[in-house]
């Protein structure tokens, strides 16, 4: 009786091969759920960070419209108590059509560029608190995917133009990007990026052919800085 009662045990032990490959299916297809929820969480964040850029876009048109003016560039040392945003002075623009100049685009401080953010802040055309400090000191605002927006003019190779600038992506984001807003080519069109060291600036150079976009570890430990004409 004994003997009977381990010889059942020992054939019950054990998964059978048609348990092993349910178990195998079903883990296979929580797998694939996960990656594919992942895939719709970044599709999303790269389709939010082109919406933080159109909406500082249309920022600035609001602006001009508004003000009869470029934010930051129009704006004098009066400009606070002119528009009705209180006593504090910004540091007065150039007026000649551009905002700042290139290589101040993520550098705080009392630049047409900074002025620019402070003046969308009055505003209301952007979100943010431009009585948080003294204007030079207002840091820029964060795009979707973490890094900040940023306005310049004349970098990458966008003579006499403005743009408006994401720093911190990674090659995937970037190229994700540049594909929904142009024509994928990091060195030319209305889009341009380039790896960039934070918090870093772009060049007034048209970018070279690189590993912008590429998603390997080694690439993306340089983040890439990604700026589209206005």
Not at 20 to 33: K, N, P, T
Not at 35 to 41: H, M, N, P, V, Y
Not at 44 to 52: M, V
Not at 175 to 191: E, I, K, N, Y
């Amino acid at each position: 009786m004994k003997s009977f009662y381990f010889s059942r045990r020992a054939r019950q032990s054990g998964f059978t091969l048609v348990e092993i490959a349910i178990v195998l299916v079903i883990v296979g297809l929580l797998l694939a759920g996960v990656l594919k929820g992942q895939e719709l969480i970044e599709n999303s964040r790269i389709k939010n960070i082109a919406k933080d850029m159109d909406t500082m876009a249309a920022a600035v048109n609001a602006y001009q419209d508004r003000y009869r003016g470029i934010p930051g560039d129009s704006a004098t040392a009066t400009t606070h108590t002119e528009n009705g945003w209180g006593t504090t002075a910004f540091t007065a623009g150039n007026n000649n059509g551009q905002i700042g100049a290139a290589n101040t685009t993520f550098t705080v401080g009392a630049n047409e560029n900074t002025m620019a953010m402070v003046s969308l802040m009055y505003a209301g055309f952007i979100t943010g608190n431009p009585a948080a400090g003294a204007p030079a000191a207002i840091i820029r605002p964060q795009h979707a995917g973490g890094g900040q927006l940023a306005l310049s003019s004349s970098v990458f190779g966008f003579t006499g133009r403005n743009v408006v600038c994401v720093n911190n992506l990674t090659g995937k984001y970037a190229g994700a990007l540049d594909r929904l807003l142009d024509d994928g080519d990091p060195t030319s069109g209305s889009v341009r990026a380039n790896r960039i060291a934070l918090p870093g600036n772009p060049a007034a150079t048209a970018p070279a052919a690189g590993t912008q976009y590429q998603e390997d570890t080694a690439s993306n430990a340089v983040p890439v800085t990604l700026c589209r004409q206005l």
